[in-house]
């Protein structure tokens, strides 16, 4: 026999008035797309998810969402997932009215989508998964408008993309010469000069013109206006560099390439707050790893490598031909330092200089006295 049905009673709710809410509540987790912003708003404090929304990308999406945010709360900080060819022009809308940004790398939202308690995966997840990972890491690099930092590491990005096309042409063109047997012995690097390149063209031109020394003659050419144009930019680079950030090159080992990554990846020193910050941005600090009364460290493999790698150029040509920089070396050896652990311990110390230097720059140029060209910061300390 079915029981008869009671009715339910709901249970009345525990607590008070909603609490009073404070400074920098919530964090708007935004997963940028070509065609789609997908923003999700969370509590700071409980990281409890407020609103979601998506909007087309372009300015009148951009005016909805702030919009949008503004009404969720006074105070709110914005986390974009740090895909710049598709978040930049977003970023720079939100810095002009004012809004604080910080950038996500991708893969700090990829831990906390793997971490959260939801599966699957969409964009609305994803900017959810941003949210909380500018929670999790207060420490974020935050974004500001770009200034001549940023014509520099375009010039240097086209350059390096550049430098890649040429080399596979380059590969493409030593099997053509290989297989029509002009008795040429090209050495390494030989196809970046000039003289190896007319000298291989003279070869070719005294050939029957089949298809293959036409195409030959061909990536020949454009090797050569490959150099020509990587060349170009180096010395616009150069230029810039010696207006922009003179001490940087008069660093020993710091040439114009490295000045230039520098520069373009750290973008703008003001992000970071110490030196440690930079060197933690570009992997050049190392990772604790004690245990009990065993203290010890370890290589990071994280952060920029870019950086990284710029940093590394300088120790290495530091440790080989400059005295100050080889008797450190050698102190950290005769400590029981191997050489790979002494040259990480001076890439940290580079990562200080470097910091010192780029923050000496920017308050010269934003003193009043910038336009003096007398009154460059003096670049002490270098190591």
């Not at 006074?74 to 978040?87: F, G, M, Q």
């Not at 040429?184 to 089949?210: F, K, N, V």
């Not at 707050?273 to 493999?301: E, F, M, V």
């Amino acid at each position: 026999m079915t029981p008869p049905l009671r009715p339910v009673r709901r249970r009345p709710v525990v607590g008070g008035p909603p609490r009073e809410r404070g400074p920098e509540v919530i964090v708007i987790g935004i997963d940028p797309h070509k065609r789609t912003h997908s923003a999700a708003a969370v509590d700071k404090q409980t990281g409890e998810l407020r609103r979601e929304r998506t909007v087309r990308a372009g300015e009148q999406g951009h005016e909805q969402l702030l919009a949008w945010a503004r009404m969720l709360d006074r105070e709110r900080l914005w986390a974009l997932e740090d895909c710049r060819h598709v978040s930049s022009a977003f970023e720079r809308f939100l810095l002009g009215h004012g809004e604080r940004v910080v950038r996500v790398p991708p893969r700090l939202m990829g831990e906390a989508r793997k971490g959260g308690r939801s599966y699957g995966k969409s964009d609305a997840i994803d900017a959810l998964a941003v949210a909380r990972a500018a929670l999790r890491e207060p420490e974020l690099p935050v974004a500001f408008l770009a200034g001549s930092e940023r014509e520099i590491r375009l010039l240097s990005d086209h350059r390096e993309d550049l430098v890649g096309e040429r080399t596979r042409i380059q590969n493409r063109l030593r099997w053509h010469l290989h297989e029509l047997e002009l008795e040429l012995d090209i050495p390494a690097g030989a196809l970046d000069r000039r003289c190896w390149l007319d000298r291989i063209s003279r070869r070719l031109c005294r050939l029957e013109q089949t298809a293959q020394v036409r195409v030959a003659r061909e990536l020949a050419g454009r090797c050569r206006a490959l150099t020509r144009r990587i060349t170009e930019l180096e010395r616009e680079l150069e230029t810039l560099l010696e207006a922009e950030a003179p001490e940087l090159l008069a660093l020993v080992g710091c040439g114009t390439l490295t000045a230039a990554k520098l520069v373009g990846e750290v973008a703008g020193v003001h992000r970071f707050a110490d030196d440690a910050k930079l060197a933690k941005h570009g992997g050049a600090a190392p990772l604790p790893a004690s245990s009990g009364a065993i203290q010890r460290h370890r290589l990071n493999r994280h952060g920029n490598r870019q950086l990284n790698c710029a940093l590394h150029r300088i120790a290495i040509t530091q440790g080989r031909h400059h005295p100050p920089a080889r008797a450190y070396l050698a102190r950290k050896e005769a400590e029981g330092k191997s050489r790979r652990e002494a040259l990480r311990a001076l890439k940290r110390h580079l990562a200080r200089v470097v910091f010192r230097i780029l923050t000496a720059i920017a308050e010269h140029n934003s003193s009043p006295t910038a336009t003096s060209p007398n009154a460059r910061p003096a670049a002490a300390g270098l190591t």
